[in-house]
């Protein structure tokens, strides 16, 4: 019988079906190994990248602070008081509630009774509406708590019960401390009239649950933000923390 050529032609040039590779148990222990080894190169960087990243952020969060501040005073003449009060002298609201509208928290500082007590219960729902701003991405407190307190004192940025004006910090601005992060164990309610009063939290002890390692971000007077080693001594922080008393340190 003849054969098609043809038909012949085209059963011989059809492709075999390819078998499909395989691992050897060598190669793959090979690949595990190499995976192993990026995983053990990256996850480092990763841990240390975290770190700098929440310092960063914290003094971001510290600098819209000192803005707003600055907004304060270029719309009032001067820095608001530590707090309001009351008639009789009471401690009413924190400075970090009168400076919402140059936070861009208009809407939460309408909602607030200024004539009422920060912890009256008509504030309850709103004491736990913390701005943003507020809250270092580093510290493991409660979300109605902030670590960032104004430094508070007749010779301090911020007077206690009346307005400062940056005038009056003759010291320089960039000399004077206005506001610290301090330890977590000094965190107070974003909403209470709590802060530093010259009483130094801002010198971190041994046992201290600094949030950043080393050291504590600060803002200065003229809205910079620096980074404050715990090494430094008292003497030191208590000359960047007066207004006027001549003793700025280089």
């Known amino acids: 019988m003849a054969v098609n050529p ?3 032609s085209a059963k011989t040039s059809e492709p075999r079906p390819k078998q499909p590779s395989r691992f050897s148990a060598t190669e793959l222990v090979v ?3 190499v995976i192993a080894v990026l995983l053990a190169l990256l996850l480092p960087a990763t ?3 975290r770190p700098a990243a929440y310092r960063m952020q914290c003094s971001n969060n510290l600098k819209a602070i000192a803005l707003a501040l600055h907004n304060y005073a270029a719309h009032y003449d001067a820095l608001p008081p530590a707090y309001s009060v009351d008639a009789d002298g009471k401690p009413l609201h924190s400075w970090r509630t009168l400076i919402l509208p140059f936070l861009e ?3 939460l500082y309408d909602q607030i009774d200024l004539a009422k007590p920060w912890d009256d ?3 309850a729902r709103l004491a736990q509406a913390q701005p943003m701003p507020y809250r ?3 510290t ?3 979300n109605e708590q902030t670590t960032y307190l104004a430094v508070v004192g007749p010779q301090a940025c911020l007077h206690p019960t009346s307005p400062r004006p ?3 910090i003759l010291d320089g601005l960039s000399n004077t401390i206005m506001l610290v992060e301090v330890a977590s164990g000094h965190a107070v309610h974003w909403m209470s009239p709590q802060d530093a009063f010259e009483r130094l939290d801002l010198q971190p002890g041994p046992d201290s649950a600094l949030a950043h390692s080393g050291g504590t971000n600060v803002a200065f007077a003229d809205g910079s933000i620096q980074f404050l080693p715990a090494t430094t001594s008292e003497s030191a922080r208590r000359a960047l923390i007066t207004i006027s008393a001549g003793d700025a340190i280089e």
Do not use: E, N
Request: hydrophobic share 40%; with cysteine; charged share 10%.
């Open 136 to 138: 270092c991405p580093a």
């Open 105 to 107: 928290h208009q809407a």
């Open 140 to 142: 493991s407190i409660s």
């Open 121 to 123: 219960p008509v504030h």
């Open 166 to 168: 940056l005038s009056d």
């Open 47 to 49: 841990r240390s990248a």
């Open 6 to 8: 043809y038909t012949a």
């Open 31 to 33: 690949v595990i190994v």
